[in-house]
């Protein structure tokens, strides 16, 4: 069940609520039993065989937290036992993830490196399975570090399966959400749902409207690369700056239906989305997009092995980081190993496939150039003025980075992101529809071919197109983010970023629960009700 779907709107969203706030009067507890009873509803409705597939796995995780409480709980006497059932508990969940997942493309890695034909089966992929696998991870961790003491079966399973960040993020620590669930009125909040609602519509909006409005024209593009067709200059650079968009919104409008959905019933989920396409540098829009994914990584990955790698290199005396002197050795070692390594997880986590793994790496590089700048390149600026000076270069570079790693993750075939890339550096040429060729018929008679007539989009289809990139990129670098325009109502855990952009218009969208903005929002809403039924998907939610 999508959230931008009419069935989850006028018939699951209300009758939960319902349930939640009217049993919520009478006991917590019932109110929490129905949200987890609701959750296994929305988890199974596609697909009832999902809750069958994910139920066993909840309850070995369960199991195993369980063991692992009682082993911590009995101090250092236990400890080794306790990392024994820690470990199997990370195998465990690998396994799972691993065999649903990646089943089918490890045979066909084996196939191309022997030649040999491995049988492939058709394998049912349990919706979210890589957020509940590292969120279940994360829990285990969390239980043998201490940090989480106590809890129940029904606490850890509203835990695993609440519905909002169920399939897709974001991924959530039990110590951040559980609290909230003990101190809960479980009953209507004003406030609460307002800003909750508001939220919701922003999201909607930004899905069902930005990001299918725009998918219209790029997706064409992308199907026409993957048949094998050649696109040009033009082509290439509105599939990749189109696409770019489109998942800005896609994953934004998701997000804040997420963020508004725990909101409705009086839980904050941790932001997951800060307005990265803003980010002047690839460590910093690491930090802005998929902030929760990046949180873990770098935490129960990146972290443990970069300290046990300085502590190997310190009893070896060999150098470890250590700013402007750093070594060349301890740079590659400390920074560019244990970064191409989480990197490559991220893009291995997104998707079972060579381009996932390429875009992952990419990235990686992206990030091991972009620290090395930063201790053996650049200098602190002087003044707010180099700052300034500094920003725009940093941005368009970071930007571009961005936009040409998205053609990996968005392509179906390496044939065709090969196809679309070579476009945007002009290897195929200029291409414009005939409409447009007449002005410029005599420059392109001396260009031997570089300027053409090309039928990869229509001149209406270029024109909206170009239309759309305009708008939406403009709108995502001069206005608020959602959370920064609800900041004074706390939508999430923590504040947004200071807003960033035109000053008289961010400070006019500071929300308020004023008729205004009520007749703004249904306005939205009206217009993305609309939009609903027509082609579209969660791009997110397949991960």
């Not at 065709?416 to 008679?445: C, D, E, R, T």
Request: aromatic residues 14%; proline residues 4%; glycine residues 8%.
């Amino acid at each position: 069940m999508l959230f931008n779907s009419h069935e989850f709107i006028f018939a699951f969203l209300p009758l939960t609520l319902l349930g939640f706030y009217l049993l919520g009067a009478r006991s917590r507890g019932l109110a929490l039993f129905w949200l987890v009873a609701a959750s296994l509803f929305f988890y199974g409705w596609w697909r009832p065989i999902n809750v069958l597939i994910i139920a066993p796995s909840i309850a070995v995780n369960y199991i195993l937290a369980r063991i692992l409480r009682r082993l911590a709980a009995a101090g250092d006497s236990r400890q080794v036992a306790a990392r024994v059932v820690l470990t199997i508990g990370i195998v465990f969940n690998v396994c799972f993830l691993g065999y649903f997942k990646y089943v089918n493309f490890l045979g066909t890695i084996a196939h191309d490196l022997t030649g040999v034909d491995f049988a492939l089966r058709e394998v049912v992929l349990p919706l979210g399975i890589s957020f509940i696998t590292f969120q279940k991870i994360a829990f285990l961790i969390d239980v043998y570090g201490r940090r989480v003491q106590s809890f129940t079966l029904g606490n850890y399973a509203l835990f695993v399966l609440f519905f909002p960040q169920l399939i897709a993020g974001p991924i959530v620590h039990y110590r951040e959400i559980m609290p909230q669930f003990e101190k809960a009125s479980c009953r209507f909040e004003a406030e609460s749902f307002a800003s909750g609602i508001t939220l919701f519509v922003f999201g909607l909006f930004k899905k069902v409207v930005l990001a299918d409005g725009i998918a219209l024209y790029v997706t064409p593009l992308y199907d026409a690369a993957a048949h094998g067709s050649m696109l040009s200059f033009t082509g290439g650079w509105i599939a990749a700056l189109g696409f770019t968009l489109l998942i800005y919104f896609d994953f934004s409008g998701y997000t804040d239906m997420a963020l508004g959905l725990a909101r409705l019933v009086g839980v904050r989920l941790p932001p997951n989305f800060d307005s990265p396409l803003k980010a002047a540098s690839i460590i910093d829009f690491w930090l802005r997009w998929h902030m929760t994914l990046t949180r873990f990584l770098t935490a129960y990955l990146y972290n443990p092995l970069v300290l046990w790698l300085t502590r190997r290199r310190v009893a070896q005396r060999k150098g470890v980081l250590s700013g402007r002197r750093t070594t060349v050795g301890a740079f590659l070692s400390l920074l560019v190993g244990p970064t191409l390594l989480t990197m490559f997880v991220s893009g291995i986590w997104h998707g079972a496939g060579y381009l996932f793994v390429l875009w992952g790496l990419l990235h990686g590089v992206y990030l091991s150039i972009n620290h090395a700048w930063r201790i053996f390149g650049s200098r602190p600026a002087d003044s707010q003025t180099q700052r300034a000076e500094r920003w725009f270069p940093g941005f368009l570079l970071t930007f571009l980075s961005v936009v040409v790693a998205m053609v990996l993750f968005r392509s179906a075939t390496p044939a065709a992101a090969k196809s679309i890339l070579q476009g945007m550096f002009g290897l195929h040429g200029i291409g414009l529809p005939q409409a447009f060729f007449g002005p410029v018929a005599s420059l392109a008679a001396h260009s031997g071919g570089l300027l053409h007539v090309s039928d990869e989009i229509s001149a209406s289809d270029l024109v909206a197109a170009a239309g759309w990139i305009v708008a939406l990129l403009g709108a995502t670098l001069a206005l608020p983010n959602t959370l920064q325009i609800l900041e004074r109502y706390s939508p999430a855990l923590s504040a947004p970023r200071p807003v960033a952009g035109i000053g008289w218009l961010s400070r006019a969208l500071v929300w308020t629960p004023s008729l205004i903005w009520v007749a703004g929002l249904s306005v939205l809403a009206a217009i993305a009700v609309f939009q609903l039924g027509g082609q579209s998907e969660f791009l997110y939610w397949q991960f």
